[in-house]
């Protein structure tokens, strides 16, 4: 571990990253951004503490990601079973993602900041599986408003998670790998949405009446069984809980590298961008996703069976586009990858209004497979050097996700009364939108993101974990005993150290 005495001249940026004492980090008169009472040790958590959690809540993200995948289906089998229109069709995006507009600012925020992340979790796998069971009567009935309701509740629950786990992943764990953690967690999200078409097709709705929905509450009585479970499993389940608190010592300490400053919420500029982005990108995808099945039927000229394995490929190939994104984390920088996944976007998205046939399908694929690194590489650069602030701007950019309510609608409008080619334009102004986020972060805020890219907190080192409370007090000990160095020096937070 590099040792510095304070005569040194200079000393590199990548060695300027002091931690402050023991009793500076536990003195809340030389932390001003928030109160010690809240520290739980959880800024510093190591790979190795992080793999059982981060598991755990992996799961939830394939829950949800089957929930999507099987909305898309939903939606092109109650425009025929219901004789509804594309544009009302979109009313069930609009319910299921509307609630994301009014639970992560209100209750579901509320809730992540007083109880933490594990009472989060269970409150809203239980709000997902009440949901779940409202698909019933609504079958039964053939209520379309009796749908929409369902998928507002069952909006309602996720969006409840992901104000918890979306946080939980980013900040569980070194923090120079958020970005690579989030992104694979949600690869998983990715695969409960290729999975959700492929059963729709091969055994949910395989060989039924075009009218008939009862299958439909049979799957949605068997997902909320599982979620049921699945809460009960939470409820058992050690969580670590990390606080604002932790968050602000953790920025804290990497200043150094970051030019970390702790500000008030109303000047975190890079959050509100990264609220915008998310939001005309998520409703930019769900339009894609909402219409794709119809797109190919057009294009291709397909059945809507066949436009369903179509949009299966899709799927498959965003999952893989997730998983080789978070592999490419590891050698690049994230606001390199989102920069080029969402130029790919933007040009294959602008390709599907002009190609025909299997080629614009094929273009609209490609599209899929560009959208996979996008949504968590923005949320986790949104909220990178919040500090005390991250579990609320957590569930602003979670809020953003309320754009699925929008384009759907618009995209289908006008599909009705133009066609799906030229609806297309309409997330292609959504991508556009988003596509000014990755160019304001290699430009504005490239020192600070690559900053917490280099600090090693999280590894260990011969004094323990570093970015712990106890590891300088543990380093100060030996360098006495050993009588290195005299006391009071800079030392680094451990550029040498190895991972666990």
Known sequence: MGIFSQDEPEVSQVFDQRRPSNVEAMNAQHRKSVSNKGLTGASALTVRQS?????????????????YGLLDVLNAKFQNSLNITAAKAGGLQGAYFG??????????????????????????????GVGALMFWPSAVYRSFAGFCGSLFIVGSGLS??????????????????SEFRLELSQSFQAIGSVMAPLLASRVFFKNTDPTDLSNVQWTYLGIAAFVFLLAVVFFFSPIPEVTDADMALQAEQCAGLTGYVDKPMRKQYKLFFGVAAQFCYVGAQ??????????????????????????????GLFAIGRFAAAGLMMVAKPRWVLMTFMTGVVIFIAASMGAEGEAGVAMLTLVLFFESCVFPT???????????????????VVASVSGGALFPSLTGLVADHQNYHIAMCVPLVGFFVAFAFPIYLNTVCARELDGFRDTKIGYV?????????RHEEVRRASVQHEGEVEKGGLYTLGYDAKAL
């Open 378 to 396: 923005i949320f986790t650069l949104a909220i990178r050097g919040l500090g005390r602030h991250t579990k609320r701007g957590s569930s602003w």
């Open 286 to 315: 769900v339009g894609v996703a909402s219409q794709f099945i119809k797109y190919s039927v057009e294009s291709a000229k397909i059945s809507d069976a066949a436009g369903s394995d179509r949009y299966a490929i899709g799927q």
């Open 461 to 469: 080192d011969e004094d323990g974990t570093i970015g712990d409370v």
């Open 99 to 128: 609630a994301y507009l009014i639970g992560p600012p209100t209750y579901s925020g509320f809730i992540v900041r007083k109880f933490g992340y594990r009472w989060t979790f269970i409150t809203g796998l239980c709000i997902y």
């Open 51 to 67: 793999i059982l959690p981060i598991s755990l809540v992996t799961i939830l993200f394939f829950l949800w990601g089957f929930a």
């Open 160 to 177: 409840t998670l992901e104000t918890s786990a979306n946080p939980f992943i980013a900040t569980c764990g070194p923090p120079r790998l």
